[in-house]
């Protein structure tokens, strides 16, 4: 069942994210000795990095992988989630994490990345997943209408107009024209295996995927809606971002 929390301001959102999925962290390195975590590129996830790596964790102990990243980027690109991953979390670390896996979303060959990609997280059990959810309720780049039932960790993925959109208004391309149209991603079965998700979105514009993630029926048209079954969701919001719920 998807807990929701709401916060006045992103500051205080972000801060009981971080510490919320901290906790999930440590809980896994003193039961196995190790922890693995899945995390997202976005500006919602912005304030919960600046306290993430302010939490008391052994990052040496802890294997990450990233969610997604267009196709055809080099991780140089201004709007290259990696490059932005590195900036806004993974070099501001006290310490390099054991592993950290990256979507390359330049390789040469885009099915053999995605193969050696769903072959490395296949031998392993995410812990905690940090993600968003889009304008369009999106949970990655799965679009509407997802796959809930990919049998693929990663999978090449088409993205819509409105995800497109949303990436062209949050100024990391000069021009529509500029947004990719096709990404890797990881699907929807992989980000819900995780033992716990941590679910952070902020701002009055995904106010409309938030009710419909929340308070909708669980369906394809709105990715976000299966975190409604998942065992111990955490959905952290501030107050314009949770202005349209009614329960």
Known sequence: MMEVKIFEDKVAMGKAAAAAGAAFIREAIAQRGEATIVVATAPSQNNMYDALVKEDVKWSKVRIFHLDEYIGLKDDHPASFRFNLHKT???RLPEKPMEFHPVPGDAADVDAAIAELCKCIGQYKLDVAFIGIGE????????PPADFNSPNAYNQVTLDEVCRHQQYGE????TMDAVPRIAISMSVPQIFSARAIINTVP???KADAVKAAVEGPVTPMCPASILQTHP???LFLDKPAASKLTK
Do not use: M, Q, S, Y
């Open 89 to 91: 979390f993974l070099d």
């Open 136 to 143: 369009n309720g999106h949970i990655a780049f799965n679009d």
């Open 171 to 174: 100024g990391w391309f000069p």
């Open 203 to 205: 701002d009055d514009r």
């Open 232 to 234: 111990n969701c955490t």
